[in-house]
């Protein structure tokens, strides 16, 4: 048996720090979405201004602006001149309104009520084993997004600007046939579809999703002009059949194993002999070292009913439904891509 060793006195003052410091980290999401919010990052485009400035054109008190500022500046958001006027950072760029790379809308969703208050009930989480979100807010989250248009609108919005920044990146991790039939289940509005079949001219492609999803759809692209379709279904129960390619691109880390095992026993109920499923998903390591899939489980916990799962937790998923992974292909991103095929 080890026997627990306390800190030296050398290092009680770094893990004091440490753990007040990590006490109040959630100071910082409050003040990053007072900057998003307020739109400091598109005025600071014309360059430098200082709080009181900033806050004239903006409508809010300077001392209390600049003090949020100023914090924010510690972590890099922004930077302060020996002036007192506060500057861009590439970190303030990418939480603008106007570039491709956007992720200010993400950021919002991040911070917004539904994610806040649900985290803030971890602890009932963890005593009970049951997702925050519902007790909260009245149904689950997905339910909630039909009933509530305001909510629904951020959720989006903020899920796309992510996908925006990451589908590329995925498409070019994985090896896609020059021919084929490439249907994504529960693909949103179809920027990832959209995106393969920019990059592969030979393919053609199925967005599979709910009607309210597919009234929003983005393949109405020049590019793409004839090698797609839509097709409206439930992926608890169905999938459309005939494809070669099948993508669950960040569906099974919404959803708990017993909802998981219904999709993917829909899919491959749908799967030719031939065909492989792609499933793009955090894929959590073992160890102790920080990964963003570990981050983002405890909001899945909260929120969602779901979780990032390691890759023996896929197999056991796919044993179940009579599949197999085959590999696990990093993206350069947080996700990986879990290829597998009928067993």
């Given at each position: 048996?080890?026997?627990?060793?306390?800190?030296?006195?050398?290092?009680?003052?770094?893990?004091?720090?440490?753990?007040?410091?990590?006490?109040?980290?959630?100071?910082?999401?409050?003040?990053?979405?007072?900057?998003?919010?307020?739109?400091?990052?598109?005025?600071?485009l014309?360059?430098?201004?200082?709080?009181?400035?900033?806050?004239?054109?903006?409508?809010?008190?300077?001392?209390?602006?600049?003090r949020?500022?100023?914090?924010?500046?510690?972590?890099?958001?922004?930077?302060?001149?020996?002036?007192?006027?506060?500057?861009?950072?590439?970190?303030?760029?990418?939480?603008?309104?106007?570039?491709?790379?956007?992720?200010?809308?993400?950021?919002?969703?991040?911070?917004?009520?539904?994610?806040?208050?649900?985290?803030?009930?971890?602890?009932?989480?963890?005593?009970?084993?049951?997702?925050a979100?519902?007790?909260?807010?009245?149904?689950?989250?997905?339910?909630?997004?039909?009933?509530?248009?305001?909510?629904?609108?951020?959720?989006?919005?903020?899920i796309?600007?992510?996908?925006?920044i990451?589908?590329g990146?995925?498409?070019?991790s994985y090896?896609?046939?020059?021919?084929?039939?490439?249907?994504?289940?529960?693909?949103?509005?179809?920027g990832?579809?959209?995106?393969?079949?920019?990059?592969?001219?030979?393919?053609?492609?199925?967005?599979?999703?709910?009607?309210?999803?597919?009234?929003?759809?983005?393949?109405?692209?020049?590019?793409?002009?004839?090698?797609?379709?839509t097709?409206?279904?439930?992926?608890?129960?169905?999938?459309?059949?005939?494809?070669?390619?099948?993508?669950?691109?960040?569906?099974?880390?919404?959803?708990?194993?017993?909802?998981?095992?219904?999709?993917?026993?829909?899919?491959?109920?749908?799967?030719?002999?031939?065909?492989?499923?792609?499933?793009?998903?955090?894929?959590?390591p073992?160890?102790?070292?920080?990964?963003?899939?570990?981050?983002?489980?405890?909001?899945?916990?909260?929120i969602?009913?779901?979780?990032?799962?390691?890759?023996?937790?896929?197999?056991?998923?796919?044993?179940?439904?009579?599949?197999?992974?085959?590999?696990?292909?990093?993206?350069?991103?947080?996700?990986?891509?879990?290829?597998?095929?009928?067993?």
């Amino acid at each position: 048996m080890n026997e627990v060793r306390p800190p030296q006195p050398e290092e009680i003052g770094a893990a004091v720090r440490q753990v007040l410091g990590d006490s109040l980290g959630y100071l910082y999401p409050a003040a990053l979405r007072v900057a998003v919010r307020l739109g400091l990052p598109d005025l600071l485009l014309s360059g430098p201004q200082s709080a009181e400035q900033l806050a004239k054109t903006v409508g809010a008190d300077a001392p209390s602006l600049y003090r949020v500022l100023r914090f924010l500046a510690t972590r890099g958001l922004f930077r302060e001149d020996e002036a007192g006027a506060f500057h861009l950072t590439p970190a303030a760029h990418v939480l603008r309104s106007d570039v491709p790379y956007s992720v200010r809308s993400t950021a919002l969703l991040l911070t917004d009520r539904m994610y806040w208050e649900s985290t803030g009930r971890l602890e009932q989480t963890v005593r009970d084993g049951r997702t925050a979100f519902d007790g909260i807010f009245g149904a689950p989250l997905f339910d909630h997004l039909a009933a509530v248009p305001e909510d629904a609108e951020t959720f989006n919005r903020g899920i796309a600007d992510l996908s925006v920044i990451e589908q590329g990146g995925i498409a070019d991790s994985y090896a896609f046939p020059a021919e084929g039939t490439v249907v994504d289940v529960g693909g949103g509005p179809g920027g990832f579809l959209r995106t393969v079949l920019t990059r592969h001219p030979g393919l053609r492609g199925v967005l599979y999703e709910q009607a309210s999803v597919l009234a929003g759809h983005e393949l109405d692209d020049p590019a793409i002009e004839g090698r797609w379709e839509t097709a409206e279904g439930d992926f608890f129960s169905t999938a459309p059949g005939g494809g070669d390619l099948y993508v669950l691109k960040r569906v099974l880390h919404d959803w708990d194993d017993e909802h998981c095992l219904r999709i993917l026993r829909a899919v491959r109920e749908a799967m030719p002999e031939h065909a492989r499923l792609l499933i793009v998903d955090a894929v959590v390591p073992a160890g102790n070292d920080p990964h963003p899939g570990k981050l983002y489980d405890i909001a899945m916990m909260t929120i969602f009913d779901g979780k990032e799962r390691t890759e023996p937790e896929f197999d056991a998923l796919l044993a179940a439904t009579g599949l197999r992974r085959t590999r696990t292909v990093p993206t350069p991103g947080t996700v990986s891509i879990v290829e597998a095929v009928r067993a």
